[in-house]
């Protein structure tokens, strides 16, 4: 496939553009359309020499002057949604729409007093994970700050009613995959521009971060259960294809987290583990760090909700030659005779 690639969605009039993007998912989709006072474009992705260029491309295919774009939603803070808004507002002089907390997430990620590139590593650490792959930590999470750069000056959307580009839309923000993510629905045509809240095909990744969302599973299941009571004809998804089937794949999604609880619960109860040898016993370590970072911190999440409800107990073990304690999880054997 040769990106940038488009599709104009006739019965929605929503054109579907496809943005490079590193790793296995090789695209992020980026929506847009033109109204009566300019054009709104939805999630422009990450920034890099190719993705300018190839915006450039769809900008003179489609007969958009840059000067016509007068916003640029954001559904979340991700480098692949949220990274080239900076730039693009620099070329379009567009208003830049995110929520309050996904700004701040942003903030936390990359601004200028953010310590998540330091903590992170220590964190993952605690929880067990070796150092042939915590040394890679540093470089990799620095690698995304030029394709977040420059930072967007933003306005705020909140939850309830948003009017942009001529087309009015219901905001709902969840958590779990994103802190502050927005979905936004469109009650007239039953459709809804759903980011990464929920996608076909793959699982969005639920990550526990230090210093971010303490509960993310349970608020991307909370999130579920709200976005799956919309009655939803299409749905355009951050990634893959848009899907018809959209409250039937959230019930599998709210089906798989279930199950992969389940399955924690049993692997903890045969011996004591830490987050990092449950992790490698889950998804193996047959990929790269960007990858193993992903699959650490969806085990830290499960496993974090595991402790939530009861089911296992998070421990402190004291070993020589450790400055910090390792973390491993046990059985709750008080509550789970």
């Not at 995110?98 to 605690?126: C, D, T």
């Amino acid at each position: 496939m040769k990106l940038p690639e488009w599709t104009f969605h006739e019965e929605e009039q929503l054109t579907q553009v496809k943005i490079s993007m590193s790793g296995p998912l090789r695209w992020v989709n980026s929506y847009l359309w033109r109204g009566e006072t300019g054009v709104v474009i939805v999630d422009p992705g990450p920034r890099s020499n190719q993705t300018e260029e190839e915006w450039r491309v769809v900008w003179n295919k489609l007969s958009i002057s840059p000067q016509e774009i007068t916003d640029i939603v954001l559904t979340h803070h991700h480098p692949d949604h949220y990274g080239l808004a900076g730039w693009m507002q620099e070329q379009t002089g567009a208003s830049v729409w995110m929520s309050q907390r996904a700004h701040q997430e942003a903030e936390f990620m990359w601004g200028k007093a953010a310590e998540i590139n330091h903590v992170l590593p220590a964190y993952f650490r605690s929880h067990g994970m070796t150092e042939k792959w915590a040394e890679q930590l540093l470089p990799h999470l620095e690698s995304f700050d030029p394709q977040v750069t420059p930072s967007p000056i933003v306005q705020y959307v909140k939850e309830g009613d948003f009017e942009v580009g001529g087309r009015r839309f219901q905001v709902f923000e969840t958590f779990g995959h994103a802190p502050g993510h927005l979905s936004f629905y469109e009650v007239d045509r039953e459709l809804i521009l759903c980011g990464d809240a929920v996608l076909p095909q793959i699982s969005p990744n639920i990550s526990l971060l230090p210093g971010s969302d303490p509960e993310p599973l349970l608020h991307f299941m909370q999130g579920l259960d709200e976005l799956g009571a919309l009655s939803v004809r299409k749905a355009f998804p951050g990634h893959r294809h848009p899907m018809k089937s959209f409250r039937e794949r959230v019930s599998s999604l709210k089906i798989h987290h279930e199950e992969r609880l389940n399955q924690m619960e049993r692997m903890i109860g045969e011996q004591p583990q830490t987050a990092f040898e449950v992790c490698i016993a889950l998804f193996g370590e047959k990929f790269g760090i960007h990858q193993m970072r992903f699959a650490m911190a969806e085990t830290l999440a499960h496993l974090q909700e595991l402790v939530r409800q009861g089911r296992v107990d998070l421990i402190p073990i004291s070993e020589q030659g450790r400055k910090h304690p390792l973390y491993v999880y046990v059985i709750n054997t008080k509550d789970n005779p």
